[in-house]
Nanobody, 122 residues
Framework: QVQLVESGGGLVQAGGSLRLSCAAS????????MAWYRQAPGKQRELVAT???????NYADFVKGRFTISRDNAKNTVYLQMDSLKPADTAVYYC????????????????WGQGTQVTVSS
């Protein structure tokens, strides 16, 4: 059973920083792209940033220049460094990973973490 466990959320003042982590565990053959999403109350879940297994990154316009996604393949972990936080960044943040369970798996499956709350006060 594959699990993604997030940590690092919390309450921070506007202009502050937080670092989220998401570790994948369980039986896995390989991990492809990893990503962070967020969902604010009453809104749809939206993509924040992605990173491929080779380290190529992509960001939503609303976080460019403020957030940095990275990964440690040896630890099966993806990170999201969030700087210059704004009240509009308040949301539950979810990590997502595309994982191939075994060498015989025909394709990758998408897995989600349970979410971690980030609250930015003004």
């Amino acid at each position: 059973q594959v699990q993604l466990v997030e940590s690092g959320g919390g309450l921070v003042q506007a202009g502050g920083s937080l670092r989220l982590s998401c570790a994948a565990s369980g039986r896995m053959f390989s991990i492809g792209s990893m990503a962070w999403y967020r969902q604010a109350p009453g809104k749809q879940r939206e993509l924040v940033a992605t990173i491929t297994s080779a380290g190529r990154t992509n960001y939503a316009d609303f976080v460019k220049g403020r957030f940095t996604i990275s990964r440690d393949n040896a630890k099966n972990t993806v990170y999201l460094q969030m700087d210059s936080l704004k009240p509009a960044d308040t949301a539950v943040y979810y990590c997502n990973s595309n994982i191939k369970r075994t060498i015989f798996s025909p394709s990758e499956d998408a897995y989600w973490g349970q979410g971690t709350q980030v609250t930015v006060s003004s």
